[in-house]
Each structure stands twice: as C-alpha cells, then as structure tokens.
C-alpha cells in the first residue's frame, strides 16, 4: 500500500498505471469503521486500483469545536486499509489543499443544497464541493463512491458531476449498521455510554415510521416521529422530513411514480446524529 501526503508524488504513481486502468476513489475523513470498508470492497469489484483520501476537510464544518474534536485515527485507519488490500492513500494537510486560505468556493446544486442539512449546518455543502471537486481534479478517477448514510451529499455529488461536466462516475453504497442498527459513523465514537445506548432508537424510530408512511399521510407521520422525541429523555431531535429522493424537496402527499426517504437528524448529547430511510 501506498501512502501520500503531497499531490506531486500522488499523482506522479497514478501516472505509472496504464491508461486502461480503472481508478475507483473513495474520499473520506478517516476514523474509519465498517462502513468505510464497505465502499472500498465496492469499489474493489469494479476498479483495477482503489485510493482511499483521508482528509478532515475544514471548509464543511460549521462549528469549530466539531472540527476540534472530530476524531482522527491515522495510524489505526492505515492498519484497517492494510488489511483490506486498499492501493493507494491519500492523507494531506490542509495547507496542501487550501495553501495559505482555507476557504470554499461557492456552488449552487440547484437547490439541493437548500434542503435539511443545508439549512442546519451554514456552509457546509460549499465546503463538500469545494473538498470533493478538488479531490477529483487531483485523483482522476473512474469511479469515485459516496455512501447513502449522507444520502444528501451524494445527490449533490452528482448534482455537481452534472453540472460541471466532470468525467466521473458517482457510485452510490448502501447504508452500513452495527447490529443494533445505529448508522455506523465516525462521530458514535464520542457518544457517552448512555447515548450510546439510546441512539438505536433512532434507526427504530424510522423504521415504524416507513411502515405508518405506506398507510397514512407524510405530516400524520412526521408528527407521530415528533411526538415520540418528544418523549424521549436522552435524545433531542433537530429534523424529520420526508422528501422526494431526486429533489429532495419535502412532500405534502404521495404520487405513485416518486421514489421518497426519510431523513432525519438528532443530537444524543452534544453528538449530532444523521440517519435516512427508503420509503
Ligand atoms: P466520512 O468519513 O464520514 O466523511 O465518510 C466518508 C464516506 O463514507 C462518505 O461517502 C459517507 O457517506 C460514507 N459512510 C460513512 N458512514 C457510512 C455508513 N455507515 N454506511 C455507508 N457509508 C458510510
């Protein structure tokens, strides 16, 4: 395994591959877990090298202290990578990147960008473009993979691919929970033992509430997600909307040919939490 902190050597061993070699990329921001190795096996199947980038990208985060305490494990993410057979990663400083500013461009994702995550967290999808659209002019890959877990980013993943033009791929992976059926994530590392407990409740919660989604209206469903937070002594909820998968737009009634989820997103202490259902 290859490992890069500068974009010059980076690129100078993916010149060493013939033409005909297909690229699978898979950016991430270390911390690594499961569900990380879980888009790596994918893209294992489908691309002759995979590169892993393991950057904690300033510009998407909106509270400095979460960039503070985001947790970072390289040299435990370097062992994980190892032992999956991974070929190439990528783990820069900020200064490589950004140089001297660090800064995002703006983007606009035709409106994707305005929904749920977008108006709770300023900034944020100006830092995943920027970020993403870097790591891509660096990488050049075939197939770059994004996981369901931020189903959002990975529409504007391929929001931006579109609009720009961008010769790549966007693979979509399925959502990988431990066995309690919490969302695998970076940030359940730093839940306190009882938030740790109670944070099933969440993937629980939403799984009745596709089931009350086939019969009864989206806001008769919404209120019933609200009121069972409401109870709930340990876990605050920020947002449960139900939208159309494509524009993410939030829905008044169902029609037949739309593809819906739900997402939701809760605070189990100081912890912020994000998880999402197919409807
Ligand atoms: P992160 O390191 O959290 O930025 O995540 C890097 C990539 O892994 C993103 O495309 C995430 O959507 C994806 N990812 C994170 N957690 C999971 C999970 N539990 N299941 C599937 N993909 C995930």
Redesign the pocket.
């Given at each position: 395994m290859f490992v890069f902190n500068d974009i010059k050597n980076l690129q100078q061993h993916l010149l060493t591959f013939n033409n005909d070699k297909s690229i699978g990329f898979?950016?991430?921001?270390?911390?690594?877990?499961?569900?990380?190795l879980?888009?790596i096996k994918k893209a294992q199947e489908k691309s002759d090298i995979v590169v892993v980038s393991i950057f904690v990208n300033p510009t998407q985060f909106d509270k400095p202290e979460d960039l503070v305490k985001y947790p970072r494990t390289l040299e435990n993410d370097l062992k994980l990578l190892e032992s999956v057979n991974c070929n190439v990663v990528f783990a820069p400083t900020a200064k490589e990147i950004y140089g001297d500013k660090i800064t995002s461009k703006s983007f606009t994702f035709d409106g994707l960008e305005h929904q749920m995550e977008g108006k709770f967290r300023d900034g944020h999808f100006d830092g995943v473009g920027t970020i993403v659209k870097r790591l891509f002019e660096i990488v050049k890959p075939t197939n770059a993979?994004?996981?369901?877990?931020?189903f959002q980013?990975?529409q504007i993943i391929k929001k931006m691919v579109e609009n720009h033009s961008i010769p790549i791929n966007i693979v979509g992976?399925?959502?990988?929970?431990e066995e309690d059926g919490l969302?695998?994530?970076?940030?359940n590392t730093r839940l306190t033992d009882e938030h740790r407990l109670a944070a099933p409740f969440i993937y629980k919660t939403i799984k009745k509430a596709r089931k009350k989604f086939k019969k009864n209206a989206p806001e008769k469903v919404i209120s019933w997600v609200k009121k069972k937070f409401k109870k709930h002594p340990l876990l605050k909820l920020e947002y449960f909307e139900i939208a159309d998968e494509k524009t993410l737009k939030t829905i008044k009634k169902k029609d037949d040919d739309k593809r819906y989820r739900a997402f939701i997103a809760v605070f189990a202490g100081e912890i912020r939490l994000i998880d999402n259902i197919k409807l």
């Open positions: 898979v950016p991430t921001m270390g911390a690594l877990h499961q569900g990380h879980s888009l993979y994004f996981g369901e877990k931020d980013q990975l992976c399925e959502i990988f929970r969302a695998m994530s970076s940030r």
